[in-house]
């Protein structure tokens, strides 16, 4: 009889132990089967920078883009919201492949613009800085590129206006930006400028770049925001009162759309607010923004957006891959401090960029790694085309799931 029961309570030990087991493993771990290998495709994707890097040498400029005749186009010298993503993803690159070539082709080319750490007049220095100077920092800890950082984290902080609780995005005394009758217009990407912020007051030890940081997140939480957790590209403030005056766009389908590279800086933007300050309300954000993301109706199966989801002419409309690319990064983060798995996304994600679809062939494309990507389709600039910052994103996407899961 004895023997018998024990029998019985076999199975039930098993069960027991297994999910005593499983319980300690990671969800990567337990999904271990579900891991793309991406090393044939970062392979690929060093083998076309390696030969963007020898046509920019021939010019010693930074690519940004491809002109309508297809030719490369270069980025802007005096100063362009772009110019870091290059030497960042070269930056990428020597992390990936530990070859000393790929720092110094970073170095040489963040120096072209090491001079624009003093302009106070454009809100990207933390998009500049921090994807070039910064990710060499954070993979050297170079005391000059943190000095560099510091100077352009003190440039950007000029743009503060504590009674707005914001750093302003455009100036609107000049360009098409002065026809708009905005006063102190704050965009959506502008979350992207705080990880400058957050990383300068870390490795200080000042607070005081980190509570601009915070402050410019909360305000923009209150205000960017609707219902379904999308989110509007340009709210306009009162500089005097800190007063919404209106909620726009600049670069969407129009102002209640709801513009998918913007929906990709939220997300990007609130994942690295909970990075630096563990604030779970920026954590909520960013899950809700996801969520927003991956089951909107105008997805298309292969996760790649449109433009704006809400574009007039879905499916007939140009996809946007540099939003993809930004969305891929964030959520392999944000895959870190969530009990919700993105895995599936992030795979699908990655095989479609990784496809023929949107992967250029080697030695076209400009060199460009990734095509198919929207600039400003109401600005009629940069539309089906490559961005170096689709190519930026992906590429950080790709390091960090190889470091990530492998
Ligand atoms: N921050 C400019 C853009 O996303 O186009």
Redesign the pocket.
Same mark, same amino acid.
């Given at each position: 009889m004895n023997k018998v029961k024990y029998i019985f309570l076999i199975p039930l030990l098993i069960v027991l132990l297994y999910s005593l087991t499983s319980k300690s493993k990671t969800k990567s771990e337990i999904l271990r089967n579900d891991i793309i290998d991406v090393v044939s495709i970062l392979k690929k994707a060093e083998q076309q920078l390696s030969l963007q890097v020898l046509q920019a040498d021939k010019e010693n400029r930074i690519p940004r883009t491809v002109t309508e005749n297809g030719d490369m186009y270069w980025a802007n010298s005096k100063f362009d /919201?772009t110019e870091g993503f290059f030497p960042g993803s070269c930056w990428y690159m020597y992390e990936y492949t530990n070859n000393e070539d790929w720092k110094v082709t970073a170095e040489k080319y963040q120096a072209l613009f090491e001079s624009h750490k003093y302009i106070t007049t454009n809100h990207d220095l933390g998009f500049v800085f921090n994807c070039s100077f910064g990710n060499g920092y954070r993979i050297t800890e170079d005391e000059v590129f943190k000095q560099v950082l510091i100077e352009a984290a003190n440039s950007l902080s000029t743009r503060f206006n504590s009674s707005v609780g914001c750093l302003k995005s455009w100036d609107v005394n000049g360009g098409w930006q002065s026809k708009r009758n905005w006063k102190f217009p704050v965009i959506i990407?502008n979350m992207m400028n705080l990880e400058l912020l957050f990383l300068v007051s870390e490795i200080t030890g000042n607070p005081k770049y980190k509570k601009i940081a915070i402050a410019h997140a909360n305000t923009t939480l209150a205000n960017h925001f609707r219902e379904n957790n999308s989110s509007y590209h340009v709210v306009d403030y009162d500089p005097e009162t800190g007063q919404v005056r209106s909620k726009q766009t600049a670069?969407g389908f129009a102002d209640g759309s709801s513009w998918a590279?913007g929906q990709a /800086?939220g997300l990007y933007g609130y994942t690295v607010c909970y990075r630096y300050t563990k604030d779970k309300a920026y954590l909520e954000q960013a899950q809700k923004i996801a969520k927003y993301i991956l089951h909107n109706n105008a997805i298309p199966k292969d996760g790649i957006p449109f433009w704006d989801y809400d574009a007039d002419n879905i499916p007939n409309e140009p996809r946007d891959v540099s939003a993809a690319a930004i969305t891929l990064s964030a959520l392999i983060e944000l895959d870190e401090y969530t009990s919700q798995s993105y895995l599936s996304t992030i795979n699908n994600l990655i095989k479609s960029l990784a496809s023929n679809d949107y992967t250029a062939p080697i030695d076209e494309n400009q060199n460009f790694i990734l095509m198919h990507s929207v600039?400003?389709i109401p600005h009629n600039n940069e539309i089906d085309v490559p961005l170096n910052y689709a190519d930026y994103y992906y590429l950080e996407a790709l390091v960090r799931y190889q470091n990530r899961y492998w």
């Open positions: /919201w990407d670069q590279r /800086w600039g400003s």
